[in-house]
């Protein structure tokens, strides 16, 4: 058994299997919406401050109250300040999907807030970390190319072959739900002995902290609609983990640093999956019209 899992290249297919999610998700949600769409809740221009409020200033506050509270080491210290200031998951239309959120205003706030992050990450990063350089090119070419692109095919098609996107969106869901499990699972394995390192420091009581905060932030400034405070949740909990791992890889040698992004973005996927769950299924009722 050892010999057939020393065979597996586990790296690859981690990488793969999240590269995979990011393309069929994204045509998966332009395949399902207009322009239009997306556009609509984007003018909700108080639903969208209070959704870059908690992103770009509540939660960095509060890791940075977080990290002066908790003894964490340095290199813990130096992926929080890097995941604070990293919003917009680019799987955000996939978790508004699986807590029931309004997908138009995930895939319209994700792209908002990608592109500020690309001007905010530079500028806040050093900041908090002294010596940190960063290139806003470096983060808004990936966002770029693997992101907007996808969406914009998937939009196109759309809106010009709509029988082919009836056709080919549940082919793109079917994919992306296999490639989230597929990427979950080597996550796992890849970074088992890091998840043990967390659990002996402690510091997965500032993981939980940490989510369990953000997704409460956006929870409370989502607005008047479940669907709008569960897709702020999730996408204030959950953070940008490709900005995220960017910057860590250009900036520190450390490999524990990007070791701490990557379990804590696990992490931070299961608890908002529990979370989530109980809120659906306990918390909240169903709106009557």
Do not use: C
Not at 102 to 111: E, H, Q, R, T, Y
Not at 163 to 192: D, E, N
Request: glycine residues 6%.
């Amino acid at each position: 058994m050892r010999d057939f899992f020393s065979l597996i290249d586990f790296p690859v297919i981690n990488k793969l299997a999240f590269l995979t999610l990011i393309l069929t998700m994204l045509l998966d949600t332009g395949l399902g919406l207009t322009v239009q769409q997306i556009w609509e809740p984007l003018r909700n221009l108080r639903l969208i401050f209070l959704s870059l409020v908690a992103n770009f200033i509540l939660v960095p506050i509060f890791v940075y109250l977080l990290l002066l509270v908790m003894p964490l080491n340095e290199p813990i210290k130096i992926a929080f300040s890097i995941m604070a200031v990293a919003a917009g998951p680019p799987v955000l239309p996939k978790l508004a999907q699986l807590v029931n959120g309004n997908i138009a205003f995930s895939a319209g706030l994700m792209m908002v807030m990608m592109a500020l992050t690309a001007v905010y990450m530079p500028i806040a990063l050093p900041l908090l970390l002294q010596g940190v350089q960063l290139n806003p090119w470096d983060i808004v070419k990936p966002l770029l190319s693997l992101m907007l692109i996808p969406l914009a095919i998937g939009l196109m098609i759309k809106a010009r072959y709509n029988a082919l996107a009836v056709t080919i969106q549940p082919l793109m869901r079917q994919i992306s739900g296999k490639a989230l499990l597929l990427g979950l699972a080597t996550s796992l394995v890849l970074q088992f002995d890091s998840l043990i390192d967390l659990i002996k420091t402690g510091a997965f009581l500032a993981i939980a902290g940490f989510i369990v905060v953000s997704y409460t932030l956006g929870y409370l400034l989502g607005g008047p609609h479940f669907d709008t405070r569960r897709t702020l949740a999730v996408g204030t909990a959950q953070r940008n983990i490709a900005a995220a791992l960017l910057t860590a890889g250009s900036n520190f040698d450390d490999p524990s640093i990007v070791s701490v992004i990557v379990v804590t973005s696990l992490s931070m996927f299961v608890f908002i999956r529990l979370l989530a769950r109980q809120s659906v299924a306990g918390i909240e009722q169903p709106e009557v019209s």
